[in-house]
């Protein structure tokens, strides 16, 4: 069973800057696509921000590039997501993924999944 452990969400006002965080038991990522999905109340889940963890391709949501950058560290097993110039709009549930295929992890419905961790954006 995939164990993924989430942390650096937070409160935070518009403008503001936070880092999420994502570790992996060894291995866990190799050969998936990982990613970071959020979701707001009474919406569904939304993918934000992916990378191919063996080749390093990164996939951004239009809403959220140029503000956010997603990366990992192979010795660390860690995916984090350096989020900038945070909106209300980017308030949500931010939950990490592992998943087989790209398309899996575009459409935020598959994979395995952490626990969440809250990002909370004041105007």
């Known amino acids: 069973q995939v164990e993924l452990v989430e942390s650096g969400g937070g409160l935070v006002q518009a403008g503001g800057s936070l880092r999420l965080s994502c570790a992996g038991s060894?291995?866990?990522?190799?050969?998936?696509?990982t990613g970071w999905i959020r979701q707001a109340p009474g919406k569904e889940r939304e993918f934000v921000a992916g990378?191919?963890?063996?080749?390093?391709?990164?996939y951004y949501a239009d809403s959220v590039k140029g503000r956010f950058t997603i990366s990992r560290d192979f010795a660390k097993s860690t995916m984090y997501l350096e989020m900038n110039s945070l909106k209300p709009e980017d308030a949500a549930v931010y939950y990490c993924?592992?998943?087989?295929?790209?398309?899996?992890?575009?459409?935020?419905?598959?994979?395995?999944w952490g626990q969440g961790t809250q990002v909370t954006v004041s105007s």
């Open positions: 993924n592992v998943s087989p295929t790209k398309a899996t992890m575009l459409a935020g419905t598959g994979g395995s």
């Open positions: 060894r291995h866990t990522f190799s050969g998936y696509y």
């Open positions: 990378l191919s963890w063996s080749f390093g391709t990164t």
